[in-house]
């Protein structure tokens, strides 16, 4: 599918980042890139009274942001090459699938509009354990919790984001390692990683 492009030049890409080493940031200045996608400048906006209401009297305003243009390693699962693309990825973490349209631009792909996220269900075994490390890493989890759950998994037990809560069952049942698995449980569950996985699965 990667392959085939539309008759503007435009790729289709299905596939994941990879982790950052030093990636530079792109710049976000529009003549340097010839994508078509048009920036919209900032406009005040004004509350209306009912808004008002809500914020005097305790309520939030939300305000939705735009993520900043990057430039990523970003691996095609479907043809197995790695490129560099330049574009607005609001899921960067390696266990996110993202699906994408680019195009050509200097040598990279630019990202037209924004990527279609899902959980990576490709993950073989070894594999998994490492998305796995990452995950529990970036949750905040320190070597002492996640080393001794690695010892004590299955060698040859899949284990993906989907079938983690399942897993960490498991590894409670044992009279030893309860209080660390509730642990693990409870600093996973407070993650913002965890709630967009779990959303996602």
């Known amino acids: 599918m990667s392959s085939l492009g539309s008759p503007l030049g435009d790729r289709n890409l299905i596939g994941y980042i990879l982790p950052e080493k030093k990636v530079k940031k792109a710049q976000n200045d529009d003549s340097d890139w010839e994508d078509e996608e048009e920036e919209e400048e900032a406009e005040p906006e004004f509350l209306d009274m009912k808004e008002m209401d809500s914020v005097s009297s305790g309520g939030h305003m939300f305000n939705s942001s735009i993520p900043a243009r990057n430039e990523v390693d970003f691996l095609d699962i479907v043809s197995g090459k790695r490129c560099r693309v330049v574009g607005r990825f609001s899921l960067k973490d390696p266990w996110w ?87 693990i449980k409870a600093l996973v569950s407070v993650s913002g990683r965890w709630t967009w996985g779990r959303d996602a699965s």
């Open 97 to 183: 699938e993202a699906t994408c349209t680019a195009r050509t631009a200097r040598g990279k792909l630019v990202l037209r509009g924004y990527p279609a996220y899902r959980l990576r269900p490709d993950l073989q075994v070894d594999e998994g354990r490492s998305i796995l490390a990452l995950f529990l890493a970036a949750c905040g989890l320190d070597a002492q919790f996640v080393i001794p759950f690695f010892a004590w998994l299955p060698m040859g037990r899949k284990v993906e984001l989907a079938n983690l809560q399942d897993v960490l069952a498991e590894f409670e049942q044992g009279e030893q390692h309860r209080s660390l698995a509730q642990q």
